[in-house]
């Protein structure tokens, strides 16, 4: 049984947690169709411009060495990872999809030496989690659960921002003119729901274990810092692939062209 001496964080001040976020080369997917040949890109030591497909939503940073969110593109995103502006549509999806990927049992098959098969049955992803969780809360005081419990409650945030940063490629996307859906679109819807399905798995989780706890009212997830941090390494990484390797290591003066030429493709 959960340890009812709990700190109730309801009734306690509290700082939202943050966390690292990595970006990975399959974080972004170029849009061969937009500019196949890279031709909205100067060549060095000119007026240097981004590509119309991410100078929609990008500029440099003060420093030159980053690519940094539009303000209008931040929002954006931020608006789009909010939980309690999700419609009903969109939360069923990503419950199902959680349930889909992440709820069902999991049965194993194994074939005996007489060639009998057997099938053992494991708890779903969802319920072997909050076993889990149970098992270590059941061994810590009150005060210690929370920290446990909160960061179950950051994993929740990092994939809302994550599939948000998907949904607005998706939305901004202008697909007229193509005979056949593009590969990278194909690949964002999917990213799309695997953050989904990755979020509604964590936000099962959290809810359950913040019953089991104790705790009152529901949780609530800030996301903007997830957000902010999300796009921060996105940014460095669609730097050094998609301007910074085509100015073949400009110097500041060439950047400081490229930033007069306020993007203008």
């Given at each position: 049984?959960?340890?009812?001496?709990?700190?109730?964080?309801?009734?306690?001040?509290?700082?939202?947690?943050?966390?690292?976020?990595?970006?990975?080369?399959?974080?972004?997917?170029v849009?061969?169709?937009?500019?196949?040949?890279n031709?909205?890109?100067?060549?060095?030591?000119?007026?240097?411009?981004?590509?119309?497909?991410?100078?929609?939503?990008?500029?440099l940073?003060?420093?030159?060495?980053?690519l940094?969110?539009?303000?209008?593109?931040?929002?954006?995103?931020?608006?789009?990872?909010?939980?309690d502006?999700?419609?009903?549509?969109?939360?069923?999806?990503?419950?199902?999809?959680?349930?889909?990927e992440?709820?069902?049992?999991?049965?194993?098959?194994t074939?005996?030496?007489?060639?009998?098969?057997?099938?053992?049955?494991?708890?779903?992803?969802?319920d072997?989690l909050?076993?889990?969780?149970?098992?270590?809360?059941?061994?810590?005081?009150g005060?210690?659960?929370?920290p446990v419990v909160?960061?179950?409650?950051?994993?929740?945030?990092?994939?809302?921002?994550?599939?948000?940063?998907?949904?607005v490629?998706?939305?901004?996307?202008?697909?007229?003119?193509?005979?056949?859906?593009?590969?990278?679109?194909?690949?964002?819807?999917?990213?799309?729901?695997?953050?989904?399905a990755?979020?509604g798995?964590?936000?099962?989780?959290?809810?359950?274990?913040?019953?089991?706890?104790?705790?009152?009212?529901?949780?609530?997830?800030?996301?903007?810092?997830?957000?902010?941090?999300?796009?921060?390494?996105?940014?460095?990484?669609m730097?050094?692939?998609?301007?910074?390797?085509?100015?073949?290591?400009?110097?500041?003066?060439?950047l400081?062209?490229?930033?007069?030429?306020?993007?203008?493709?």
């Amino acid at each position: 049984m959960a340890n009812v001496n709990h700190t109730d964080p309801s009734e306690a001040e509290t700082k939202e947690l943050t966390y690292p976020t990595h970006s990975t080369l399959d974080d972004v997917g170029v849009d061969p169709s937009t500019d196949p040949d890279n031709s909205q890109i100067a060549s060095p030591n000119k007026n240097y411009r981004l590509p119309n497909w991410l100078a929609n939503d990008w500029q440099l940073n003060d420093n030159l060495d980053s690519l940094v969110p539009t303000a209008t593109y931040l929002t954006l995103v931020q608006e789009e990872a909010r939980i309690d502006k999700f419609t009903d549509l969109s939360r069923k999806g990503m419950r199902d999809a959680a349930l889909s990927e992440y709820g069902a049992v999991r049965v194993e098959k194994t074939k005996g030496s007489d060639g009998k098969t057997t099938e053992i049955k494991h708890p779903s992803m969802i319920d072997a989690l909050v076993t889990h969780y149970i098992d270590i809360l059941d061994n810590l005081t009150g005060q210690e659960q929370f920290p446990v419990v909160s960061s179950i409650g950051t994993m929740v945030t990092q994939f809302l921002a994550d599939r948000a940063v998907q949904a607005v490629r998706i939305d901004n996307t202008n697909l007229q003119g193509h005979d056949e859906i593009p590969e990278w679109f194909t690949a964002t819807l999917d990213k799309k729901y695997n953050a989904s399905a990755q979020a509604g798995k964590w936000m099962e989780v959290h809810k359950q274990i913040w019953t089991y706890v104790g705790y009152n009212n529901d949780p609530k997830y800030f996301t903007n810092y997830a957000v902010s941090s999300r796009l921060r390494n996105l940014g460095k990484y669609m730097f050094q692939q998609h301007v910074y390797s085509e100015m073949q290591k400009a110097t500041v003066s060439d950047l400081k062209q490229f930033v007069d030429a306020k993007y203008q493709c």
